[in-house]
């Protein structure tokens, strides 16, 4: 008996929204927290590190949603994995021809998005199972999410760690670097103060819903 | 009797899934194949000039450069594209020879340390050093790129060479911050010891090597293109 086929749910701009705040990749879905904790270390890094993730992301979910029909499920990860890795090489060979230095600076990590596991994650949960044109547009979404978390993070720690933003001067010549802001420890910190304020955000919101919805059922019943 | 709960689902064929994964490397090798291509000579480009700025560092009176490739006889011309170690010669105006530029690399705390220091034959002196390479800690290891006290050492750091044994007269080394005595000696940097001693290593592996090369060849060196 064949299975019944699912109806496809509709392209809505929630299909975008939902990887930059609702289901953000770092601060939600605690998902890629290799590169998070060891490029942040500069806006320009972070940023770099963020263009390079969405395209491999966009990419690789645009040609897995192409080709979900022909990849048997018993090879799908295999199938993903060549498609990933091929987009990473492509993305290592057009940083290193855009420039050298940032190239040097990011080091390893560029190729180590192949097994970063949000990129997976999306091809298998998201991308083999919906259409193309939404699987572009929430991969971006995604992409999108897991770039603004690196550059709050790189931001933080290239300002406190350096007294710099994007290599400009911020504060004076006066103010002591905390340089443990740009090594590891400081990753796991400024990492863990953004979860605790966006939580407290979260919080707070649900918190005045509830008052609200209560509100609103006592009038009802009044 | 089989209900339909417990079926094994049929497993495509072998050919089917041979298929497919050759269809996707194909796809894969064409695409990577593709943009090598494209961004090749782009990245040589990028490598050529990343280069030339170094040299001109290490050699800041050098107005112009001839790159010698190492042979098992000598030295000869050659293109930064050779294999082997290379010495790229610096020449003032009147193509007198300012100096060379040497390769050198060394594990640093995170990877390898890649770098190009200026040596002067006439002088025995290593003059200065540009880092090619270096993921080394922001804060701690990236400091010998800024620190005046590390950057001091290079002012005349002595690699002669003793032209009877062909090596150097003295080892490069790295010592504890604060206790240098010696000009060959390398004044480490405070916090920073691992990368420290990594660039006196590099320096006396490459010293040990190239110098001798390099006074053995100075005539040709000095003599440029002719």
Same mark, same amino acid.
């Given at each position: 008996?064949?299975?019944?086929?699912?109806?496809?749910?509709?392209?809505?701009?929630?299909?975008?929204?939902?990887?930059?705040?609702?289901?953000?990749?770092?601060?939600?879905?605690? &998902? =890629?927290?290799?590169?998070? @904790?060891? #490029?942040? %270390?500069?806006? /320009?890094?972070?940023? $770099?590190?963020?263009? +390079? !993730?969405?395209?491999?992301?966009?990419?690789?979910?645009?040609?897995?949603?192409?080709?979900?029909?022909?990849?048997?499920?018993?090879?799908?990860?295999?199938?993903?994995?060549?498609?990933?890795?091929?987009?990473?090489?492509?993305?290592?060979?057009?940083?290193?021809?855009?420039?050298?230095?940032?190239?040097?600076? &990011? =080091?390893?990590?560029?190729? @180590?998005? #192949?097994? %970063?596991?949000? /990129?997976?994650?999306? $091809?298998?949960?998201? +991308? !083999?199972?919906?259409?193309?044109?939404?699987?572009?547009?929430?991969?971006?979404?995604?992409?999108?999410?897991?770039?603004?978390?690196?550059?709050?993070?790189?931001?933080?720690?290239?300002?406190?760690?350096?007294?710099?933003?994007?290599?400009?001067?911020?504060?004076?010549?006066?103010?002591?670097?905390?340089?443990?802001?740009?090594?590891?420890?400081?990753?796991?910190?400024?990492?863990?103060?953004?979860?605790?304020?966006?939580?407290?955000?979260?919080?707070?919101?649900?918190?005045?819903?509830?008052?609200?919805?209560?509100?609103?059922?006592?009038?009802?019943?009044? | 009797?089989?209900?339909?709960?417990?079926?094994?689902?049929?497993?495509?064929?072998?050919?089917?899934?041979?298929?497919?994964?050759?269809?996707?490397?194909?796809?894969?090798?064409?695409?990577?194949?593709?943009?090598?291509?494209?961004?090749?000579?782009?990245?040589?480009?990028?490598?050529?000039?990343?280069?030339?700025?170094?040299?001109?560092?290490?050699?800041?009176?050098?107005?112009?450069?001839?790159?010698?490739?190492?042979?098992?006889?000598?030295?000869?011309?050659?293109?930064?594209?050779?294999?082997?170690?290379?010495?790229?010669?610096?020449?003032?105006?009147?193509?007198?020879?300012?100096?060379?530029?040497?390769?050198?690399?060394?594990?640093?705390?995170?990877?390898?340390?890649?770098?190009?220091?200026?040596?002067?034959?006439?002088?025995?002196?290593?003059?200065?050093?540009?880092?090619?390479?270096?993921?080394?800690?922001?804060?701690?290891?990236?400091?010998?790129?800024?620190?005046?006290?590390?950057?001091?050492?290079?002012?005349?750091?002595?690699?002669?060479?003793?032209?009877?044994?062909?090596?150097?007269?003295?080892?490069?080394?790295?010592?504890?911050?604060?206790?240098?005595?010696?000009?060959?000696?390398?004044?480490?940097?405070?916090?920073?010891?691992?990368?420290?001693?990594?660039?006196?290593?590099?320096?006396?592996?490459?010293?040990?090597?190239?110098?001798?090369?390099?006074?053995?060849?100075?005539?040709?060196?000095?003599?440029?293109?002719?």
């Amino acid at each position: 008996m064949s299975q019944p086929i699912k109806k496809e749910t509709p392209l809505t701009l929630d299909v975008f929204t939902a990887g930059i705040w609702k289901d953000n990749p770092v601060f939600v879905m605690m &998902l =890629g927290l290799c590169p998070v @904790l060891a #490029v942040t %270390n500069s806006v /320009i890094n972070s940023l $770099a590190m963020g263009i +390079a !993730s969405i395209f491999v992301l966009v990419c690789s979910n645009a040609l897995v949603s192409m080709l979900r029909n022909f990849i048997p499920k018993q090879v799908r990860i295999t199938t993903y994995i060549i498609i990933i890795a091929t987009f990473v090489t492509l993305v290592d060979y057009m940083i290193q021809a855009i420039s050298l230095d940032l190239y040097n600076r &990011l =080091g390893a990590f560029i190729q @180590l998005i #192949v097994v %970063n596991c949000l /990129i997976l994650g999306r $091809a298998e949960a998201y +991308a !083999s199972k919906n259409s193309v044109i939404k699987s572009v547009v929430s991969a971006l979404g995604m992409g999108l999410g897991f770039t603004l978390a690196l550059v709050m993070l790189g931001g933080v720690r290239e300002l406190l760690g350096a007294g710099q933003l994007l290599g400009y001067q911020v504060f004076s010549t006066q103010f002591e670097p905390w340089v443990v802001m740009i090594l590891p420890p400081g990753g796991f910190i400024v990492l863990g103060c953004w979860l605790l304020l966006i939580n407290y955000i979260e919080q707070r919101k649900t918190a005045k819903l509830i008052t609200t919805e209560a509100a609103l059922h006592s009038t009802v019943k009044s | 009797m089989s209900t339909p709960e417990n079926q094994v689902p049929e497993l495509p064929s072998s050919t089917k899934l041979i298929t497919t994964l050759g269809l996707v490397a194909m796809i894969s090798g064409l695409l990577v194949v593709l943009v090598y291509e494209f961004t090749k000579p782009i990245i040589a480009e990028n490598q050529r000039l990343a280069t030339e700025r170094a040299i001109f560092k290490v050699l800041p009176k050098a107005t112009s450069r001839l790159t010698f490739k190492v042979t098992a006889t000598g030295i000869a011309l050659s293109d930064d594209k050779a294999n082997g170690p290379l010495i790229y010669a610096g020449y003032d105006d009147q193509l007198n020879l300012v100096g060379v530029a040497l390769n050198a690399a060394a594990q640093g705390y995170q990877d390898t340390i890649k770098l190009l220091y200026g040596y002067q034959p006439s002088t025995g002196c290593i003059t200065g050093f540009d880092v090619l390479k270096s993921t080394e800690t922001p804060g701690f290891g990236t400091k010998i790129t800024s620190d005046e006290d590390f950057l001091a050492n290079f002012n005349c750091l002595e690699a002669k060479v003793n032209t009877t044994q062909m090596t150097l007269m003295q080892v490069i080394k790295t010592v504890r911050h604060g206790t240098k005595t010696q000009a060959w000696e390398i004044d480490a940097i405070s916090g920073s010891t691992i990368t420290s001693n990594a660039i006196g290593r590099m320096l006396n592996q490459s010293g040990q090597r190239l110098h001798p090369i390099v006074m053995q060849n100075l005539n040709r060196l000095e003599k440029g293109k002719e």
